[in-house]
Nanobody, 115 residues
Framework: QVQLVESGGGEVQPGGSLRLSCAASISIFSVYAMGWYRQAPGTQRELVAE???????NYAYSVKGRFTITSDNAKNTVYLQMNSLRPEDTAVYYC?????????WGQGTQVTVSS
């Protein structure tokens, strides 16, 4: 069983920044992909950003140029740097890991962008 622990969420004003962290209980060197989804109230969970074992990244169109996903294999951690935050970025952000065709999820961390 893979455990993921997220941190870094909170409340920020529009235009502000946050960095989310997701620490995995396994070596992320062996996973196929890691990334972040988000879900706002009344909406479906949507992909925000992901990085594959080959180093390829994929971003939702709405966050391109504002968010950056990185990983630290030594710390088994993936990060999501979020800049120029907007009210529409408000959601619960979930980290995931895909390994051996199975997907594991973190518990979620709330991000609120409000003035």
């Amino acid at each position: 069983q893979v455990q993921l622990v997220e941190s870094g969420g909170g409340e920020v004003q529009p235009g502000g920044s946050l960095r989310l962290s997701c620490a995995a209980s396994i070596s992320i060197f062996s996973v196929y992909a890691m990334g972040w989804y988000r879900q706002a109230p009344g909406t479906q969970r949507e992909l925000v950003a992901e990085v594959t074992t080959g180093g390829s990244t994929n971003y939702a169109y709405s966050v391109k140029g504002r968010f950056t996903i990185t990983s630290d294999n030594a710390k088994n951690t993936v990060y999501l740097q979020m800049n120029s935050l907007r009210p529409e970025d408000t959601a619960v952000y979930y980290c995931y890991v895909e390994k051996n065709f199975a997907r594991f999820w973190g518990q979620g961390t709330q991000v609120t962008v409000s003035s």
